[in-house]
């Protein structure tokens, strides 16, 4: 393209522009209640947020008050939430973490590491979908089975689990489905998501009810003989002795070794920052969206752990946690089904809460498909992937980022499904403590790089501002996180084939970068200018 005068006369070629375009295209549609929502699928609080987090937390620390380690956590990961939230007003981009950290720490580290963090997710969307099959579908299918007196469905709850050809074909009508709810447009995207979080927050507080009004003497007499099986409270407690376990007390010192596994129960939180280009008075609402998840999920949880403790106790749900192959029944011992044990002759109680538990993984999914897409788009739009997958089409949906998206997540599924390569995928946590770090960085540099864009935050005139304190205690925090990540094998990368796998992520990211800088350079393009720039809106 060149240039001409009035006279018709070319001038100097006309340089292409650093950008893909002008405007990105996508439509700043999703309000506060959305930021919020957005934000508490990545969490998943209700069943699957406190049944998670004590499968998380004391599965892998026997021993911790998991209600005491999620209150640490929640301490620990406020400044981190108020890193997201500032960060996100001040530059309220698709890419989020991306966008800060390339602009403000450095422009490699800010691809390879998000990089690395959207392999992370998409990665844990592969194991979500086939978890969905293996452990999700078989505790309502089983719960259901025992509740009814149903044979079929016990034996389906055991197919389903066990047969590679059906947890495959589950795993991606889950994917496929989750893919429906973005593909509508971003209003009934919302709406959707809106929905499903009063249907899943409907039935926690249905569980909660049946936990409040029960006590520990009901479970005992509940579990003996459950669904015409051949359980009992102490049978599983022999059955976990024989295979060497012995009771771990609550202690303190546990309590403090479980903080980690707890703040990896709250990651999700602050995803919602990677869609920042589409929310509308960022400034004002990612604070309530960001931080409000976090204290939400929170006390859901705590809550639901609590409740669930009182009546289970800790001897019995270490036990049977421990009981592995002789756990007598097909759903595992999760959280619902403990409260199924409680309620087994009613029917429509059982019901709602396991809708909820099944709709908690459409709900999640939808999120995280269409976060990660925002990485893809905000790669694209920086001339770092192909610039077509910038496309935007007249509902703002970056369609084509959405359909490679969903190619790659297939992928995983498929790694879930056919290989033993689960464990290398123990990753995420110290992935995200990583980009955490330097999101953490990002924060304590923008006021003195980037002034104006710091000037409406909060504690903005201080003479240390307040965004770079938050930030110099998240760094401290997620300096912390990160060590336990990568030293604790129960959340983070323990074989040699695991650190070999993270090492490989974040090297393919530096390649990626490489090649994209290389190929934009033969065209005429310098990638470094844009890293001077912030993207346009």
Request: aromatic share 14%.
């Amino acid at each position: 393209m060149t240039t001409k005068e009035s006279n018709g006369k070319e001038l100097c070629p006309k340089p292409p522009s650093i950008f893909v375009r002008d405007a990105t295209g996508l439509v700043r549609s999703f309000t506060l209640l959305d930021a919020f929502i957005i934000s508490t699928a990545g969490l998943l609080p209700g069943l699957w947020g406190f049944g998670g987090a004590m499968g998380f937390i004391g599965g892998s620390v026997p021993g911790a008050d998991m209600v005491g380690a999620m209150t640490v956590a929640l301490v620990l990961s406020i400044p981190l939430a108020l890193v997201y939230a500032y960060l996100s007003g001040s530059m309220p981009r698709s890419g989020g973490d991306y966008v800060w950290i390339s602009r403000l720490v450095n422009a490699p580290l800010g691809f390879v590491v998000t990089w690395a963090v959207w392999i992370a997710i998409v990665s844990v969307i592969g194991v979500d979908c086939w978890l969905f099959p293996t452990v999700i579908l078989p505790v309502s299918l089983g719960t259901l089975g025992y509740g009814l007196g149903s044979a079929f469905l016990v034996s389906l709850a055991s197919t389903v689990s066990t047969q590679t050809t059906w947890i495959f074909a589950l795993a991606l009508i889950l994917l496929f489905l989750s893919y429906l709810i973005l593909a509508f447009g971003p209003e009934v995207y919302s709406r959707i998501m809106l929905i499903l979080f009063v249907l899943v927050m409907f039935s926690y507080v249905v569980a909660l009810v049946v936990l409040a009004g029960s006590t520990h003497a009901d479970f005992v007499n509940a579990v003996s003989g459950y669904g015409g099986t051949s359980i009992s409270y102490n049978g599983i407690l022999s059955a976990a002795q024989a295979q060497g376990w012995s009771f771990v007390p609550l202690t303190f010192g546990l309590t403090l070794v479980g903080v980690p596994a707890a703040i990896m129960v709250f990651s999700g939180f602050n995803y919602t920052a990677i869609a920042a280009g589409e929310i509308r008075n960022t400034q004002k609402s990612m604070v309530p969206a960001i931080g409000g998840a976090l204290i939400f999920g929170w006390l859901t949880n705590c809550i639901g752990i609590y409740l669930t403790m009182n009546v289970v106790g800790y001897q019995f749900y270490q036990a049977a946690l421990a009981a592995g192959s002789s756990w007598p029944l097909v759903a595992p011992p999760w959280a619902p089904v403990f409260i199924a044990m409680l309620i087994p002759h009613s029917i429509l109680i059982l019901a709602i809460i396991q809708v909820g538990w099944l709709l908690s993984f459409f709900w999640n999914n939808a999120a995280y498909l269409m976060l990660t897409t925002r990485y893809i788009f905000a790669f694209s739009f920086d001339r770092r992937f192909p610039t077509k997958l910038a496309d935007v089409n007249d509902k703002g949906l970056p369609v084509k980022a959405m359909i490679v998206n969903f190619l790659i997540v297939m992928v995983f599924v498929a790694i879930a499904t056919y290989t033993a390569w689960l464990g290398l995928l123990l990753n995420t946590a110290a992935i995200l403590c990583i980009v955490w770090v330097f999101a953490s960085a990002a924060a304590i540099i923008l006021p003195y790089k980037r002034k104006e864009l710091a000037q409406g935050l909060p504690g903005s005139k201080w003479k240390v501002p307040l965004v770079s304190i938050v930030g110099a205690f998240s760094l401290i925090f997620m300096l912390l996180a990160t060590y336990f990540a990568f030293t604790v094998p129960a959340i983070g990368p323990s074989t040699p084939q695991a650190f070999t796998v993270l090492a490989a992520i974040f090297i393919s990211g530096l390649v990626v970068f490489v090649a994209g800088t290389v190929i934009q350079k033969g065209r005429g393009i310098d990638l470094s200018q844009i890293y001077k720039e912030i993207p346009p809106e």
